[in-house]
Every structure is written in structure tokens, then in C-alpha cells.
């Protein structure tokens, strides 16, 4: 006859439902996981199958019990810090959307939205082209691989407690909002340079042949150009997105080391 009693069972518990709430926020908030197109049960049992592969390689967790205060405050830490490690890289995501939506208005473009199936929000058909190439490009290099990695990682980093991510932490998480935008430029700025100076050669052609019919040959032409000059970047925004990504990736193992 087995017996077991409540700190055995408590612990059994614990040992796998700390993991697992992490690592369900860290999918929640993160890219290509927290994707509206993943349904709910698909990321459940990911967080799920992750979490039972995981918890045999990971250090014994404080018997706490999950509805007591000290249970609730540690629960609250794991949430935050798996929102954290996803949202960090989302950020990464929405620079894509930004630059993209300056080379749609510089191309003319604007006006042509759609609805991002990832995230369920209108956005411009060029910013929703940079995601697709994004999204393959993450999952080619084994992004989405290293961000499950890293996660397990943090159990050792950053262990189960009450205590987890600071203040500091906090606004180090908002300071690298500072790098979407950044790094949205970065991308952008070649094309819409481009754009820039063929916007500038359009209006000397119109003050030089006023009878010509700029809106006739003016849209048509900064559309083909400017799909031109999109094909001839994506290349170097490819690259600064990988550089990105692997930024996001140290940011991340820094704010677990600190917290």
C-alpha cells in the first residue's frame, strides 16, 4: 500500500506546475507561439509537452503551496517573467510593421491594409510581406529552438521565488522599446531614401513640363519603383532583423541574470 502524504503530493505538484506557467506566459507574448493562427489548444499542450520534457533537467522547486500568499506572489513573478522574455522579441516583430509602414507611404501604398492574421489588427500589405519574411526567417535560423531553450535556461538563471524581475528590469524592458523604433528606421531608410529622391525627381519633372500628368504617370511609377527598391533591400533587412533577434536574445539571458 502506498501512502502520501501532503508535502509529497504538494511537491509533485510544484515541480511541474512552476514550469509550466512560465513557459505558457513566454508563449502567450511571444512570436510565431502567441500568433492568433495557433489556437489556444495547440499552445496549452506545447506549454504542456515542454514542461514535462523540461522538469526532469530542472533544479527541485520550493514546496509552496499555489493558493497560499507566498504561492500567488511567486505565480505573479513567473507570469511576469515569461510575459517578459516573449514580449521582448515581439518587440522585434512590430519594428517590421513600422518600417513597413513607412515604405507603404512612401510608395503610395498606405491605403492598401489588411488584416494581420498573427496579431488580428489592420496593417499595411508591405509591413505584412516583412512579417512573412520574418516569421520564416526566425523559424529558419531555429529562433523559435533557442527561445524554448532559453526559457528552460532561466529556471537555473533565475530560479522560482517570490522575487524575480525588479524595477530595474522593468524599465530596462521599456528602454528597449527605444530599439523598435530604431531599428525600424534602420530598415526603412534605405527604401524610403529612394523613394525620397524619386519624389524629388518627380516634382522638378512637373515644374519643367507643367502639361505633364503627374498623378497619370507620378502613382504608377512610385509604385513599381518602389517595389523595385523593396526587393533590392529586403536582403539588408533581413540581416538587420537577424541582428535584432540575436540583440533581443542577449537582452533577455542580461535581464534574467540581473533579476
Not at 506545447?46 to 497560499?68: E, G, K, Q, R, T
Request: proline share 5%.
Amino acid at each position: 500500500m502506498i501512502l502520501l502524504n501532503t508535502e509529497q503530493m504538494l511537491g509533485w505538484v510544484t515541480a511541474f506546475f512552476w514550469p509550466f506557467v512560465r513557459i505558457s506566459s513566454m508563449m502567450m507574448a511571444a512570436p510565431v507561439f502567441g500568433a492568433q493562427l495557433m489556437p489556444v489548444r495547440v499552445r496549452i499542450f506545447l506549454a504542456f509537452a515542454v514542461s514535462m520534457v523540461a522538469v526532469p533537467m530542472l533544479p527541485a522547486f520550493p514546496a509552496v503551496d499555489p493558493i497560499s500568499y507566498s504561492g500567488i506572489m511567486i505565480l505573479l513573478q513567473q507570469v511576469l517573467i515569461g510575459v517578459a522574455m516573449g514580449f521582448v522579441l515581439h518587440m522585434i516583430f512590430q519594428a517590421l510593421v513600422i518600417a513597413g509602414e513607412a515604405i507603404a507611404n512612401g510608395m503610395g501604398l498606405g491605403f492598401a491594409r489588411m488584416v494581420d492574421p498573427a496579431n488580428g489588427v489592420q496593417v499595411p500589405v508591405i509591413s505584412q510581406f516583412l512579417i512573412i519574411m520574418a516569421t520564416l526567417l526566425f523559424v529558419i535560423l531555429n529562433g523559435h529552438l533557442l527561445l524554448l531553450q532559453l526559457v528552460v535556461e532561466s529556471f537555473r538563471i533565475l530560479p522560482v521565488a517570490e522575487y524575480g524581475l525588479s524595477a530595474a528590469d522593468a524599465r530596462t524592458i521599456a528602454n528597449w522599446g527605444s530599439q523598435m523604433f530604431a531599428g525600424a528606421v534602420l530598415i526603412a531608410i534605405p527604401a524610403v531614401t529612394a523613394l525620397l529622391v524619386v519624389n524629388i525627381s518627380m516634382g522638378v519633372i512637373t515644374r519643367a513640363a507643367p502639361q505633364l500628368n503627374i498623378f497619370a504617370v507620378g502613382f504608377p511609377l512610385m509604385i513599381l519603383l518602389g517595389f523595385f527598391f523593396l526587393a533590392a533591400t529586403t536582403p539588408s533587412m533581413l540581416n538587420r532583423f537577424t541582428h535584432m533577434m540575436m540583440d533581443s536574445f542577449e537582452l533577455i539571458r542580461s535581464i534574467l541574470a540581473t533579476g
